[in-house]
Nanobody, 121 residues
Framework: QVQLVESGGCLVQPGGSLRLSCASS????????MGWYRQAPGKERELVAA???????NYAESVKGRFTISRDNGKNTVYLQMNSLKPEDTAVYYC???????????????WGQGTMVTVSS
């Protein structure tokens, strides 16, 4: 059994910064691409940022220049550094891994439980 566990969500003022973390549980040997998604109330879930196993990244236009995704392959952990936060960044943020390898097993499309980010004064 594998899990992704997010942390770091909280209430922050506009213009502030926040760092989200997503750690994998289980004796994972490796993970392919990892990403952060978010879902605001009444809206569909959207991709925020993604990073491949070799470090290539892509971002949603709305967060380019403000958010930075990174990963620590040794810890099978992915981070999202969020700067210059805006009220429209308010959402539940979810971590995703497209493939996780544990021994001979492959787990596909694994999601975390989400962490709430609220940007408000």
């Amino acid at each position: 059994q594998v899990q992704l566990v997010e942390s770091g969500g909280c209430l922050v003022q506009p213009g502030g910064s926040l760092r989200l973390s997503c750690a994998s549980s289980g004796r994972i040997s490796s993970i392919n691409a990892m990403g952060w998604y978010r879902q605001a109330p009444g809206k569909e879930r959207e991709l925020v940022a993604a990073v491949t196993s070799d470090g290539n990244t892509n971002y949603a236009e709305s967060v380019k220049g403000r958010f930075t995704i990174s990963r620590d392959n040794g810890k099978n952990t992915v981070y999202l550094q969020m700067n210059s936060l805006k009220p429209e960044d308010t959402a539940v943020y979810y971590c995703n891994a497209d493939k996780m390898y544990l021994g001979l097993r492959t787990y596909r499309d694994v999601w975390g439980q989400g962490t709430m980010v609220t940007v408000s004064s």
